[in-house]
Structure formats: structure tokens, C-alpha cells
């Protein structure tokens, strides 16, 4: 978007031109440098020398302006120079990164040693600070070792310029002051390169530790991942074994509906009544199996996780279906709840697997028979969930390892040990907490509290399901 108003506003200012310097500057930027580190570094060695050869271009026809034969060799000077600063651009856009910086390097060190030959060092002391780019370059582009083979390319030009100085000095005291002006321009780029030295290798550390960083962010990533698809895994066998331990109690519930459709099709009683009268038994009878199948298919699907805001209450009347064919004649079941109005924020479909762990758990605990009975009521801000059973109870070192994943106390074909993980975990990511009383040979009770749903949360799912059924 940003792109395409830069591009109007180009072509409102005059069009083409600023057309073709963005796709000039677009170009420089495209550097043929795979690393990030290099591509920055390249982006600074290609300006440096685009600047360098422009400027060397400039000074060339300023020279052959004054069209005398100082200025004429002068212009052939900075002509090479130019021409020099096009090779290493060349090279540098072909993708030869760290030979284009090499010989940028050099070329710098033969221009020092070129001015200390001609000019010694005592001419050139002003000058020094810019003499020390090349160091500064190599340290840059091209690393630690390169900061050291600069450095002693500096001395030797350093030298050759105190050479120079000590042909004309004419006493003791002009030849130690040359002497004092080498070993201080040599300490002062020792000093330069050491610094230069710890600071990459720092900086090398540095990169290294964010690059080991990266990889460790991108393996933890990958592992929660997994961990996901364990756990979505893991969901789903629960719903698989959940179904399972459903099948009797579902047979027996559609035993009953097909007795009463077959009971009214074919009962003596009923022969003489008209059609009419009939059939909505039939049909009461045929909604109540179709209701039992959808809550049934809707629950064994493989599923997301999916968190909306819906009325607690009325989810778990609607599971009552689910609920009560877990258990066998001999228990009781109760099941109170109140008025309609507890609105939650969560995954439904989980909630109902929770509810049919502990059931199943509840029921397994009373293989004599016994009660079960759930409750649902609301706590200040929190709607609270309690089911309780008459059955065995636990140990306390049972008890103290129940939220252990894979931890079950049941035969190998009874269950897997990871619905009461699946339980805290989902009471977890609800935002609610889960309590556990239970006391060997007198039963267990669970309560689940769960904050309600925010009125802004309950007023937009409001919306949305009125916009939807209008």
C-alpha cells in the first residue's frame, strides 16, 4: 500500500524521473548476498563506493578543466581512481562480496603508501585519522584477521613514510623526533587494532549466540507444536473410549425408542385410532433417537479447539443424553440445575468430554451400585460444578497423583489414564481451578469453578446468534 502511494505521488511530482529512481535505488538495494550480517555490510560497501568513484569522476573533470599539466596529471590520478572504485563495484554486484572488500582494502593501503612515500610522516600527522579507514574497513567487511594484516600494512606504510622523513633529517634531534612520531602513530594503531579486535569478536559471539537463540525458538516452536497434536490426539481417544463405554447405554435407550415406534405401529389398542393420533407419538419417539445420534456424531468428530461463549446450564442439559447412559441400573443418578443465565467462555465440545470422564470414573467406582449426582450453581463471579459419587473413594498417594498423565489405577482394557489430565488441563485453560475430595470406601467429589463470561463477551456472541438466525 505504502508502495502504491509513493508511486501516485511520484507520478503527480513528474513523473519518470522519480519513477527511475526508485528503480534505481530499488536495484542498489538488491544486493547478490545471501546472509543478513553480508547484505548489510554489502549495502555499506556499495555506497562507499559509489560516493568514491563519483567524487574521484568529479575531481578528474575539475583537473582537465584547468587543462594545465598538473591538472592533467592529476586527472589522470583520480581517472584511476574512479576506475578502480567501478572494478570493486563490479565485483561486488556480480556477488564476489568478500573480494570486492579486499580490494577496496588494498586499494586504500596503496593510496596511504603512495602519500607517505611522496609527502614522508611528519606532512601527513593531521591526516592520520583518515588513514586508519582501511583498518577500520577490514575490521567491518571482512573480520578479525583482516584487522591484523591491514594494521601491519599500516606500519609498513608508517615506515616507509619515517624513511622518508629520516633521509631529510639533518641532525640527532630531527631523526629521534621522526622516531618518537613512528612509534607513536604505530602504538596508537595497535591500540586501534586491539579494539577493533575484541569488539568483533564480540560481535561474532553475539550473532553466534542469537543464531543458537533462533534455532532453539524455532525447536521450541516445533514442540509445542507436537505437543498440540499429542494432546488433540489424546482428546480425541478419549472421545473414541467415552463412545465406547456409551455403546450400552445408547443401545439400550434406542431399544426403548424402537419398542415404543414398533409398540404403536402394531398395538391391538391402537388399530382403530386414526393416523393423526398416531403419528406424532411415532414422531416424538424418532426425534428423541435422531437427537441422541446428532449429540453422539457431533462429539466422535475429530475437532479443533473452538472457545465460544454459551449458557453452562443448558450445555450440560444437553449432554444429559451422553451423561446418564454411563451408568448402569443400580445408580442413581440426580442431576440439579438451575434456571438458565451462567454464561461461559470456552470449548464446549471439551466440556462435555470432561463431564463424561468423571462420569466414567464415578461409575466405575460404584460397580455395586451407589449415587451420582450433579450440580451446577452460581459462585460471585464464578459458576461452580460439583459431582459427587457414593463409591470406593481414593488412597491419599491415589489422590496425590490423580492429574498425573498415564496414571490409572484400572485394568489395562479400562482406561488409559489421561481423562483427569484432560479434566485439569481444560479447567486450566478456562481460567478455572478444579478441587478433589475424596476419602477411601466413602466416595469422591469434584468441584469445577469457571469465571463467567464477561458481559461484553456475552452481549457480542448474543449479537452474532441473532444475526445469524435473522
Request: charge should be neutral; charged fraction near 20%; hydrophobic fraction near 45%.
Amino acid at each position: 500500500m505504502s508502495q502504491q502511494i509513493w508511486d501516485r505521488r511520484a507520478m503527480a511530482r513528474g513523473g519518470l524521473p522519480f519513477d527511475a529512481w526508485r528503480r534505481f535505488s530499488g536495484w542498489m538495494r538488491n544486493v547478490p548476498v545471501d546472509a543478513a550480517q553480508g547484505k548489510r555490510n554489502a549495502l555499506t560497501l556499495q555506497t562507499m563506493l559509489v560516493v568514491t568513484g563519483a567524487i574521484a569522476s568529479s575531481m578528474a573533470a575539475i583537473s582537465y578543466v584547468a587543462a594545465d599539466a598538473a591538472g592533467l596529471g592529476e586527472s589522470g590520478h583520480t581517472l584511476a581512481i574512479a576506475a578502480y572504485a567501478g572494478v570493486c563495484f563490479y565485483l561486488l554486484r556480480i556477488g564476489l562480496f568478500r573480494l570486492s572488500a579486499g580490494l577496496t582494502v588494498v586499494g586504500g593501503l596503496i593510496l596511504i603508501g603512495l602519500s607517505y612515500q611522496a609527502y614522508g610522516l611528519r606532512a601527513q600527522s593531521g591526516l592520520q585519522i583518515t588513514h586508519l579507514l582501511p583498518l577500520l574497513l577490514a575490521g567491518l567487511l571482512l573480520g578479525r584477521g583482516a584487522v591484523w594484516w591491514t594494521a601491519l600494512a599500516n606500519v609498513v606504510a608508517l615506515t616507509i613514510g619515517a624513511r622518508v622523513d629520516l633521509g631529510l633529517a639533518t641532525n640527532a634531534a630531527a631523526r629521534s623526533e621522526v622516531m618518537s612520531a613512528l612509534l607513536l602513530s604505530g602504538m596508537n594503531l595497535f591500540v586501534l587494532a586491539v579494539i577493533l579486535d575484541r569488539l568483533i569478536l564480540l560481535l561474532q559471539r553475539a550473532i553466534k549466540r542469537s543464531e543458537e537463540l533462533d534455532a532453539a525458538c524455532l525447536e521450541l516452536e516445533r514442540e509445542v507444536e507436537e505437543k498440540e497434536r499429542a494432546y488433540a490426539r489424546l482428546l480425541q481417544t478419549q472421545r473414541m473410549e467415552a463412545i465406547g463405554r456409551l455403546s450400552t447405554g445408547i443401545a439400550h435407550d434406542f431399544h426403548n425408542i424402537l419398542s415404543v415406534i414398533l409398540g404403536l405401529a402394531t398395538s391391538p389398542a391402537l388399530t382403530g385410532d386414526p393416523t393423526d393420533a398416531v403419528l406424532p407419538k411415532v414422531a416424538k419417539a424418532a426425534r428423541r433417537g435422531t437427537a441422541v445420534t446428532r449429540r453422539l456424531l457431533s462429539f466422535g468428530r475429530a475437532q479443533t479447539e473452538e472457545v465460544t461463549t454459551f449458557d453452562l446450564v443448558e450445555a450440560i442439559d444437553e449432554a444429559r443424553s451422553l451423561i446418564l447412559p454411563m451408568f448402569h441400573r443400580d445408580i442413581e443418578v440426580l442431576m440439579n440445575l438451575p434456571a438458565p443465565g451462567l454464561r461461559v467462555r470456552m470449548d464446549r465440545e471439551e466440556l462435555e468430554l470432561v463431564l463424561l470422564n468423571i462420569a466414567s470414573n464415578a461409575c466405575d467406582a460404584m460397580p455395586d451400585g451407589g449415587l451420582f449426582a450433579l450440580s451446577v450453581e452460581r459462585d460471585g463471579d464464578h459458576a461452580r460444578i460439583s459431582m459427587e459419587d457414593t463409591g470406593e473413594g481414593m488412597a491419599p498417594d491415589v489422590l496425590a497423583r490423580l492429574f498425573e498423565p498415564f496414571f490409572t489405577t484400572k485394568p489395562k482394557d479400562k482406561g488409559t489414564g489421561i481423562g483427569m489430565a484432560i479434566v485439569q488441563r481444560f479447567v486450566a485453560d478456562s481460567g478455572g481451578e478444579i478441587g478433589v475430595d475424596s476419602v477411601q470406601g466413602q466416595g469422591t467429589r469434584i468441584r469445577i469453578r469457571i469465571p463467567l463470561a464477561s458481559s461484553e463477551q456475552a452481549s457480542t456472541t448474543t449479537s452474532i446468534r441473532e444475526a445469524s438466525e435473522s
